[in-house]
C-alpha cells in the first residue's frame, strides 16, 4: 500500500467558514493558553473562565494537559522532545477547534520559551493569547494533593519541572496573573476584560 506523504494532501476548503461559524457564535474564536507550575492553578482558572463564557452563550473548549494525555498524548512521555510534541499536537488541535468559531483554553505547564515561542507562531497574533499564572513555588507545593512535589523532592519523580527540571518565565505575555495573591474571581475578571477589550466578544461582555 501507497504510503501518503504530506505533498499529496489536499487541503478541503469548506463552505461553512470559520467566519461564518464566528458570525453564529457571536464571538471570535481565538486560543487562551494558560501556562505556569504545576499548583499555580491553571487549570482552574481555565475551567472557570470557560464556566463564565458558558454561562454568557459563548462557545468553548477546554484543553487540559491530564486530560490529553489519556488519549491523544498517551504515547508521549516527559523528556524535552515528549513535552514539544505534546505541545505541537495541542496546538494543531487548537488550529482545528478555533476554526470551528470556538474559544478555546489550554492548560499547560509548557516550561520552555522556545517551545511556546514555536506554538504563538502557529497562530495568527490576533489567535493566541498567552496567560501566565505566576504563583510562588511554596505555594504550589501546599497545594499539591497529589504529593507531586514531595516525590519530586524525594527523586522519585525525575525532570519534575520546579524541582528538577526549569521553567522559564514568559517575559511579555498578554496576560500576567498573581495566581498566588489574587482571588479566582479576580483573574476571571482580568481574563473576560483583556477579551473583550481586543474584540473576541461582538458587543459587550454581561448577561
Not at 512521555?77 to 482545528?96: A, P, Q, T, W
Not at 504563538?120 to 507545593?141: G, H, T, V
Not at 496573573?177 to 476571571?188: D, M, P, V, Y
Amino acid at each position: 500500500m501507497e504510503k501518503h506523504t504530506s505533498d499529496k494532501i489536499v487541503r478541503h476548503r469548506a463552505t461553512v467558514t470559520r467566519e461564518r461559524r464566528e458570525q453564529q457564535g457571536k464571538h471570535r474564536s481565538a486560543l487562551l493558553w494558560f501556562t505556569g507550575l504545576s499548583g499555580s492553578g491553571k487549570s482552574t482558572l481555565a475551567h472557570a473562565v470557560e464556566e463564565r463564557l458558558h454561562q454568557l452563550g459563548y462557545k468553548t473548549l477546554v484543553l487540559d494537559g491530564d486530560n490529553v494525555r489519556h488519549g491523544l498524548c498517551k504515547d508521549l512521555g516527559f523528556s524535552d522532545e515528549d513535552r514539544n510534541e505534546n505541545l505541537r499536537r495541542i496546538g494543531e488541535v487548537s488550529k482545528l477547534f478555533i476554526e470551528t468559531g470556538i474559544i478555546t483554553l489550554a492548560a499547560y505547564i509548557s516550561p520552555f520559551k522556545d517551545a511556546r515561542k514555536k506554538l504563538r507562531e502557529m497562530f495568527a497574533p490576533e489567535d493566541f493569547f498567552e496567560i501566565y499564572c505566576n504563583c510562588p513555588l511554596e505555594i504550589c507545593e501546599s497545594r499539591d494533593v497529589k504529593g507531586m512535589y514531595k516525590r519530586a523532592r524525594a527523586g522519585e519523580i525525575l525532570n519534575f519541572t520546579g524541582i528538577s527540571a526549569p521553567y522559564e518565565e514568559p517575559e511579555n505575555p498578554e496576560i500576567l496573573i498573581n495566581t498566588g495573591s489574587q482571588t479566582l474571581e479576580e483573574s476571571i475578571e482580568i481574563v473576560t476584560d483583556f477579551l473583550a477589550k481586543v474584540g473576541v466578544f461582538h458587543g459587550r461582555l454581561s448577561n
